[in-house]
T-cell receptor, first 114, second 112 residues
Framework: SQTIHQWPATLVQPVGSPLSLECTVE??????LYWYRQAAGRGLQLLFY??????ISSEVPQNLSASRPQDRQFILSSKKLLLSDSGFYLC?????????????FGNGTRLTVT | GDSVTQMEGPVTLSEEAFLTINCTYT??????LFWYVQYPGEGLQLLLK?????DKGSNKGFEATYRKETTSFHLEKGSVQVSDSAVYFC???????????FGRGTSLIVHP
């Protein structure tokens, strides 16, 4: 069966420090991968998505970046965090090839920028 | 563009009450529709889905019917439990697209 791992679960970082959040998927190949942010108020904001290695699409311009160095690995990064980067970050995957496939989410990373 | 509108929360109910969370959508073509649930401190989990008009998705006592004529996908449960307290998200996936559109979520609070 497929599983998704996301870490760390919580993170407290000072303003201006770098960020690296990692997500890996097991049990499937060539998944679509996604990074979402959920700020207070519960709404989901799509940050990045990827349909293959090295293929990253950005939905919102900001000081975050994403990379997909391997088929089932998706990394969210920042060189210098802002206070406004605080939030709950969710990684997700879906089956490639069809819009009928639901998203499968990790357990999220709670990021607090101080 | 595509959009999903959910009723504002929080929805507060007593245990064993009937639940309805309204969801309407705007989309071109024939999207698939989903309900996700998010328990406190966790990621979202797929609750149920429907892929074409008049399909009924069901899981864990929850049901939703894909109504193309009213562009709706309302979530219902006949008797809620305290453990159903969570945030519920309605979403659509346009045919041929892998980018879903989510509603803003509806918080459900169930009291004993």
């Amino acid at each position: 069966s497929q599983t998704i791992h996301q870490w760390p679960a919580t993170l407290v970082q000072p303003v201006g420090s770098p960020l690296s959040l990692e997500c890996t998927v097991e049990g499937t190949s060539n998944p679509n991968l996604y990074w979402y942010r959920q700020a207070a108020g519960r709404g989901l904001q799509l940050l990045f998505y990827s349909v293959g290695i090295g293929q990253i699409s950005s939905e919102v311009p900001q000081n975050l970046s994403a990379s997909r160095p391997q088929d089932r690995q998706f990394i969210l990064s920042s060189k210098k965090l802002l206070l406004s980067d605080s939030g709950f970050y969710l990684c997700a995957w879906s089956q490639t090839g069809t819009g009928n496939s639901p998203l499968h989410f990790g357990n999220g990373t709670r990021l607090t920028v101080t | 563009g595509d959009s999903v509108t959910q009723m504002e929360g929080p929805v507060t109910l007593s245990e064993e009450a009937f639940l309805t969370i309204n969801c309407t959508y705007t989309a071109t073509g024939y999207p698939s529709l989903f309900w996700y649930v998010q328990y406190p401190g966790e990621g979202l989990q797929l609750l149920l889905k429907a892929t074409k008009a008049d399909d009924k998705g069901s899981n864990k006592g929850f049901e939703a019917t894909y109504r193309k004529e009213t562009t709706s996908f309302h979530l219902e449960k006949g008797s809620v439990q305290v453990s159903d307290s969570a945030v519920y998200f309605c979403a659509l996936a346009p045919g041929g697209s892998y980018i879903p559109t989510f509603g803003r979520g509806t918080s459900l609070i169930v009291h004993p």
